[in-house]
């Protein structure tokens, strides 16, 4: 058996490190191209093993596809040290920690299978970064109950108790959502309202969660038993999150000097470590405060309300992909029409 196998991975180890070829954006359809990219374009309607094999090869894709992949392998890793750890086993919140890197590495999963198939067709296009807005509002999810059970005001902790969960699963469908209308309304090149769906929607929820903590520097400045700089592990996670935010919308620096960033240095790439970078301080914030400060909300997370809000939010999300099946098949002849006009 041996002998047999042998050759069939050499062969495929042949495969992906054979250099596969990439083409300029001239050369590819309006749907894959980005502002300020002129090269570096994978073709597309390739087999499935090219677009895999891919992540090997060098093309304008390749560092968003290795930077949520490493972040993945991070993600777990640093989960994996703070459940054995640092969480003491006589505490639930070592589940908030859970949920929340479950959440995580959701996101970072599908973002890298988005980046790696995306090319492959019209139809996988859509599907694929419909799918990745469904990550995204995992994060966001995920991050609301970390926060909400690790970090919270403790006079706010008590009133919104019993409301926290199911609102932010609607916040974390409306994002989703939003971002997939936006993705179907508008055609490249996407005008800068397209960004703002994106942004207002997921952003409306990160400042609300924001806000349970934003509350505590008020107190740190009017108290002598709290210091600003005993905050500073949620400034990173804020200031982190705003840089995040810039690169995202902006498509800086490629817009600026076209053709001088195709591989390296994009501002969606940028974007992508940031995320990374923004969810191993978020990681750190939570612990810190189950040191520090949760204590003060004497309340143990619902764990049974955590797993049925996560359930809840997949199976809306799962649904309203099914509903918005037939627009994402009129938008894609649209798009394959040449001779069609964006509305």
């Not at 926290?164 to 508008?186: D, E, Q």
Request: with cysteine.
């Amino acid at each position: 058996m041996g002998p047999c196998i042998l050759p069939g991975a050499v062969h495929w180890i042949v495969r992906c490190f054979r250099v596969q070829q990439t083409i300029s954006a001239d050369d590819t359809h309006l749907l894959f191209r980005e502002p300020g990219v002129l090269t570096g374009f994978r073709p597309e309607n390739k087999s499935w093993t090219h677009y895999l094999f891919s992540v090997c090869q060098v093309h304008n894709e390749s560092v968003n596809i290795w930077s949520h992949l490493v972040g993945f392998g991070l993600i777990f890793c640093t989960l994996y040290r703070y459940l054995t750890i640092h969480i003491s086993a006589d505490s639930s919140h070592w589940f908030v920690i859970f949920a929340f890197g479950i959440c995580c590495l959701i996101y970072t999963a599908i973002s890298t299978f988005a980046h790696t198939f995306h090319s492959k067709s019209a139809f996988m296009h859509y599907t694929c970064f419909q799918f990745d807005y469904l990550g995204i509002g995992y994060f966001s999810l995920g991050f609301a109950i970390v926060t909400f059970y690790c970090s919270c005001h403790h006079h706010y902790f008590p009133m919104l108790e019993y409301y926290f969960l199911p609102i932010n699963v609607l916040l974390s469908w409306i994002g989703f959502m939003c971002s997939s209308v936006a993705k179907l309304r508008y055609c490249r090149p996407y005008p800068f309202q397209r960004k703002l769906w994106n942004i207002c929607s997921f952003g409306s929820q990160a400042a609300s969660v924001f806000g349970l903590v934003i509350v505590r520097y008020w107190d740190c400045w009017l108290n002598d038993a709290c210091t600003m700089s005993s905050l500073n592990h949620h400034t990173r996670v804020f200031m982190v999150s705003t840089i995040s935010v810039f690169f995202f919308s902006s498509h800086l620096p490629e817009r600026v000097f076209p053709g001088k960033f195709d591989i390296v240095g994009q501002g969606h790439q940028v974007f992508h470590v940031l995320c990374v970078v923004g969810t191993l301080l978020e990681f750190w914030a939570a612990y810190t405060d189950l040191e520090t400060y949760s204590s003060k909300l004497k309340v143990e997370p619902d764990t049974s309300g955590i797993v049925t809000a996560m359930v809840t939010y997949g199976v809306l999300s799962l649904i309203t992909l099914v509903i918005l099946s037939p627009f994402t098949k009129r938008r894609i002849q649209q798009d394959m029409n040449v001779s069609s006009k964006c509305q």
